[in-house]
């Protein structure tokens, strides 16, 4: 950068020069490829419509299995299938050196008796969406 | 004007250059699964009493169900993964740029906790407890301390 001279001789840098190597230093650092923001999900995410169209005491395991489809997993307890559903998202943020990943799991449970009639739908509330974040010491 | 674009062509080009430095060798990464829970929110857990839907209603659903001889099995879970490196072989590249081996320090760790309760043939809540382990979870710079 030149320095401009004033009338008086003092010398000093002009703004501009100065603000536009900032901007093109952030411009670098963050878009040349030290930044990174990443997102994936694993298994379909099951909406809260489709689940409370699930009748306790009525519906039966084809009936889940027509409006859920098959389940991820199905799991035996005291003598009961379970149904289990997931979802799992990731948001992952890469900058310059820090780096955070956040995953978030979404899961359903359908309880069958030994009739093969739906029991309990264990869904709780949705977890709130997860955020883009790189800072890692929080 | 020619001197002008020269002094900006090596301001930008040493600039690309720290930049580099600074991303390439040095890493923190942290990687978390779900929220953790703490005492106080399963503090309306009570044994032989809260059922199922209650605890579904305050907690959500859990993460794993499980058969036991003891009943059902819930468990809710939260990772943390903590990793840090640095590779000090990273700038030799502009010394050497044919051969410019790593010399990589680092370490991390992860850890679970987990919030575990088993329920009866009614859904009952019969015992339940906290394992903690997410306090495993560090940045490590030196990896060959015990």
């Given at each position: 950068?030149?320095?401009i001279?004033?009338?008086?001789?003092d010398?000093?840098?002009t703004k501009?020069?100065i603000?536009a190597l900032?901007?093109?230093s952030?411009?670098?650092f963050l878009?040349?490829n030290g930044?990174a923001?990443?997102?994936?999900?694993?298994?379909?995410d099951?909406?809260?419509?489709?689940?409370?169209?699930?009748?306790k005491g009525?519906?039966?395991?084809?009936e889940?299995?027509?409006?859920?489809?098959?389940?991820d997993r199905?799991?035996?307890a005291n003598?009961?299938?379970?149904?289990?559903?997931?979802?799992?998202d990731?948001?992952?943020?890469?900058v310059?050196?820090?780096s955070r990943?956040?995953?978030?799991?979404?899961d359903?449970?359908?309880?069958f008796?030994?009739?093969g009639?739906?029991?309990?739908v264990?869904?709780?509330r949705k977890k709130?969406?997860?955020?883009?974040?790189?800072?890692?010491?929080d | 004007?020619?001197r002008?674009?020269r002094t900006?062509?090596w301001?930008i080009a040493w600039l690309f250059v720290?930049?580099?430095?600074?991303?390439?060798?040095?890493?923190w990464?942290?990687?978390?699964?779900?929220?953790?829970?703490?005492?106080e929110?399963?503090?309306f857990?009570?044994n032989g009493?809260?059922?199922l839907?209650?605890?579904?209603?305050?907690?959500?659903?859990?993460?794993?169900?499980?058969?036991?001889?003891?009943g059902t099995?819930?468990?809710?879970q939260?990772t943390?993964g903590?990793?840090?490196?640095?590779?000090?072989?990273?700038?030799?590249?502009f010394?050497?740029p044919?051969y410019?081996p790593d010399l990589?320090l680092g370490?991390g760790?992860?850890?679970?906790?987990?919030?575990?309760?088993?329920?009866n043939?009614?859904?009952?809540?019969?015992?339940?407890?906290f394992?903690?382990?997410?306090q495993?979870?560090?940045f490590?710079?030196w990896?060959?301390?015990?």
């Amino acid at each position: 950068m030149n320095p401009i001279f004033h009338q008086n001789g003092d010398a000093s840098y002009t703004k501009q020069p100065i603000s536009a190597l900032a901007m093109c230093s952030i411009l670098i650092f963050l878009l040349g490829n030290g930044c990174a923001f990443v997102r994936g999900n694993y298994g379909e995410d099951l909406n809260q419509g489709d689940i409370s169209t699930i009748k306790k005491g009525v519906s039966t395991r084809a009936e889940v299995a027509a409006i859920l489809g098959a389940p991820d997993r199905i799991v035996e307890a005291n003598g009961r299938d379970i149904f289990h559903y997931y979802h799992y998202d990731v948001k992952s943020g890469y900058v310059i050196i820090f780096s955070r990943t956040n995953i978030k799991s979404d899961d359903i449970f359908v309880i069958f008796n030994t009739a093969g009639v739906v029991e309990d739908v264990v869904a709780g509330r949705k977890k709130p969406p997860l955020e883009f974040q790189f800072w890692p010491f929080d | 004007m020619i001197r002008k674009i020269r002094t900006w062509f090596w301001i930008i080009a040493w600039l690309f250059v720290l930049s580099g430095c600074l991303r390439g060798p040095v890493a923190w990464q942290r990687v978390t699964l779900n929220r953790p829970l703490s005492e106080e929110d399963v503090s309306f857990v009570v044994n032989g009493k809260t059922s199922l839907s209650e605890v579904v209603e305050q907690l959500g659903a859990p993460n794993q169900m499980l058969s036991s001889s003891g009943g059902t099995v819930a468990r809710y879970q939260f990772t943390d993964g903590k990793y840090f490196r640095v590779d000090f072989g990273w700038g030799l590249r502009f010394l050497s740029p044919f051969y410019s081996p790593d010399l990589v320090l680092g370490g991390g760790g992860a850890g679970a906790d987990v919030f575990q309760i088993t329920y009866n043939d009614h859904w009952i809540v019969q015992d339940h407890g906290f394992a903690f382990h997410s306090q495993l979870s560090k940045f490590r710079l030196w990896p060959f301390q015990d």
